[in-house]
């Protein structure tokens, strides 16, 4: 009997002591930097692996957001530049869908839903907006092009006034387009004084395709595939429950 109780005491110090035993992790050193910060913390290397978390990384702090170098067109001097360099334009574009594309489509990510999720986003949001330019500065030559856009579904009711060859129609579009415009801004008026001016011009269809193209059009299609900010939010915030003892050293100026 005093042996089975030596015995039986022997096994539950081994369960006691298993069970206190330290758990092993393998924490190595990690900076990155966010919007106005220096950060610096610690993650499981049993976890993680370094490539997966530069390529959440680059997810979150390179590819979110605007990825393409384009001029803007607010101006007639800038409407008439692109469609003299049309082709030279579209050659640019390709240069950079082409760079960037090799680099996103390579990203490792850590192989969890959340950051799945968040790739899956960032390479539609990267090829629509791809093809957002290229139909922009193919449409400023010839608006008609937008009958075939990708986004006419989402954007009819714009697309169907560009590319009218009805013109009074476009111009219709444009005036509410405009009204509606006005209504956030802080000089109601000046935005229709400035617009009534544009109407009295020779080049009414261009100062109206320039209008409608870049902004309607543009902002329509834009806000149809681009993430929620709130959703934006969440993901920072769980790239960096990552780290441990994590530090934040933030720039206050701004």
């Known amino acids: ?23 092993k992790t393998n924490l190595t050193p990690y900076s990155y930097q966010t919007f106005n910060c220096d950060n610096k913390g610690y ?9 997966e978390i530069d390529g959440v990384n680059k997810l979150l702090y390179k590819f979110n957001g605007v990825h393409f170098d384009t001029n803007p067109i607010f101006k007639l001097s800038s409407l008439e530049e692109i469609r003299r360099n049309k082709d ?3 050659e640019n574009l390709e240069k950079q869908y082409q760079e960037k594309k090799q680099e996103l489509y390579s990203l490792k990510v850590i192989n969890q839903p ?6 899956e986003n960032a390479i539609q949001t990267f090829e629509n907006e791809y093809e957002l330019n ?22 009819r009711e714009s697309i169907d006034a560009i590319s009218s060859p009805d013109r009074e129609k476009m111009f219709a579009s444009w005036k509410a387009y405009t009204e509606l415009k006005s209504k956030n801004n802080a000089d109601p008026q000046g935005v229709m004084n ?33 993430q929620k900010r709130d959703e934006e939010g969440n993901a920072y915030r769980d790239f960096d429950k990552i780290f441990t003892k994590l530090k934040k050293n933030c720039d206050e100026t701004y």
């Open 1 to 23: 009997m005093e042996k089975m109780m030596v015995g039986l005491s022997l096994a539950l110090s081994v369960i006691v002591w298993g069970q206190k035993g330290p758990v």
């Open 43 to 51: 993650f499981d290397a049993s976890k993680y692996e370094k490539e």
């Open 88 to 90: 030279q334009h579209l």
């Open 114 to 119: 959340v950051w799945k999720k968040l790739y």
């Open 134 to 155: 290229k139909e922009e500065i193919i449409a400023f030559s010839d608006p008609s092009t937008l009958k075939n856009s990708k986004f006419y579904e989402t954007c």
């Open 194 to 226: 400035r617009f009534n001016a544009k109407m009295e011009d020779p080049q009414r269809e261009d100062y109206a395709l320039i209008d409608m193209i870049g902004l309607s059009f543009h902002n329509c299609a834009n806000s149809s595939f681009r």
